[in-house]
Structure formats: structure tokens, C-alpha cells
T-cell receptor, first 111, second 113 residues
Framework: EAQVTQNPRYLITVTGKKLTVTCSQN?????MSWYRQDPGLGLRQIYY???????DKGDVPEGYKVSRKEKRNFPLILESPSPNQTSLYFC??????????FGSGTRLTVV | SQQGEEDPQALSIQEGENATMNCSYK?????LQWYRQNSGRGLVHLIL?????REKHSGRLRVTLDTSKKSSSLLITASRAADTASYFC?????????????FGKGTTLSVSS
């Protein structure tokens, strides 16, 4: 089944403890992206990647890092999480001329 | 890419009724996409309509595009309780993988039985 898989689905962590949210797609899509969704603010793009080793900042990149060493994987790294990064995170991938396929989301709480 | 603005913000209807949501955007587009999001879940791609198309159908969904008015509408016919969700439009200015879609706040549809 064609899908984008994010892990974990839920995560509670403490301020300053580094964490990684994984994202993997099995559709051979070149493009991958991370969004965060907050009440009243909608979906905002954090980082995106046009292809392997090509990444760029979205609208809200501060406090996040990404890497794209392989086509299928696009992990989101929070080096020193803070409470304002508590949010619902989505990974998505796409190919030319098609819509995005989204993962099921990761609900992150930073205390 | 640019952000679409959905209207209305919220819509409540009875099962069996039709639901119409509108989307406006500001600059020329290559295509416009509609997505659905059930509470707390990932967005699901519904339809992509290209700038040279005026209407597109998928099951109970009908999307229209008026590039002269820079607007699109999504019609859901014979609504069901399972259609309860938020709906987003996303105008894309270029047709390439990696078009950064910018999502608005969406229309929240509630269908009661």
C-alpha cells in the first residue's frame, strides 16, 4: 500500500531532550515536506526537500533540522525541544502533477 | 505557492443535503487541490483541478474552477455523517514535484444524522 509512515504517533518529552520524528514513504516520491498544525494557525510548513541531499526552509524552520540522505526517508530533528514546539506534526510527499500524500501525524508534547 | 482562503469557516447541514465550500486565491495558478482532514488525522487528497479545466468530478464530489474570478468551489452531494471533516484548498502556482502547498484555515463541515 502506498503510504507515508510517521513514527511515533504520540510523544511526550521534556524540554531540551533531543528527539527525532521519522518519516518514510514507499512511493519513490522526490518531494517531501514537514508541516506543523496548531489551533487557530492552521498548517505551516517547517522544511521541505526536493530530492536527496536537497532541503530548504519553509515558513517556520526555527528549532528544527531535517536530513534527506535517502529518497524514502525524511526525519525531523528537534535538537533542544521547547514547549512552543508542542504541536501536531505531519510529513507529506508528492510527485509531479499529483497531490500530496500525508502521514497520520505525530502529536508531540514538550513539558 | 500562495494560500487559498476557504469560505465559510464552518458549515452545518443534515445528512442528505448538499454542502458547498468556496476557495479564493490571489494570483495565477497551474492547479488547485482540495484536501479533507478528519479530526487529528493527516490530510487526504481529494481532487486536483488544472487551470485549463472548469469542472471535475469524483464520486459525490464536484469541483469547479473559475480562473477569471480566481475562485473554486467544492460541492459534496448527498452528504453523510462520515463527510464531517475540515476541507482545505491549496492553489499551486507551478506544476512540479515539490510545489510548496500553503494551506488556509479550512472549512469545518458538520453533517448530522
Amino acid at each position: 500500500e502506498a503510504q507515508v509512515t510517521q513514527n511515533p504517533r504520540y510523544l511526550i518529552t521534556v524540554t531540551g531532550k533531543k528527539l527525532t520524528v521519522t518519516c518514510s514513504q514507499n512511493m519513490n516520491h522526490e518531494y517531501m515536506s514537514w508541516y506543523r498544525q496548531d489551533p487557530g494557525l492552521g498548517l505551516r510548513q517547517i522544511y521541505y526537500s526536493m530530492n536527496v541531499e536537497v532541503t530548504d526552509k519553509g515558513d517556520v524552520p526555527e528549532g528544527y533540522k531535517v536530513s534527506r540522505k535517502e529518497k524514502r526517508n525524511f526525519p525531523l530533528i528537534l535538537e533542544s525541544p521547547s514547549p512552543n514546539q508542542t504541536s501536531l506534526y505531519f510529513c507529506a510527499s508528492s510527485e509531479r502533477g499529483r497531490g500530496y500524500t500525508f502521514g497520520s501525524g505525530t502529536r508531540l508534547t514538550v513539558v | 505557492s500562495q494560500q487559498g482562503e476557504e469560505d465559510p469557516q464552518a458549515l452545518s447541514i443534515q445528512e442528505g443535503e448538499n454542502a458547498t465550500m468556496n476557495c479564493s486565491y490571489k494570483t495565477s495558478i497551474n492547479n488547485l487541490q482540495w484536501y479533507r482532514q478528519n479530526s487529528g488525522r493527516g490530510l487526504v487528497h481529494l481532487i486536483l483541478i488544472r487551470s485549463n479545466e472548469r469542472e471535475k468530478h469524483s464520486g459525490r464530489l464536484r469541483v469547479t474552477l473559475d480562473t477569471s474570478k480566481k475562485s473554486s468551489s467544492l460541492l459534496i452531494t448527498a452528504s453523510r455523517a462520515a463527510d464531517t471533516a475540515s476541507y482545505f484548498c491549496a492553489p499551486a502556482t507551478v506544476d512540479q514535484a515539490g510545489t510548496a502547498l500553503i494551506f488556509g484555515k479550512g472549512t469545518t463541515l458538520s453533517v448530522s444524522s
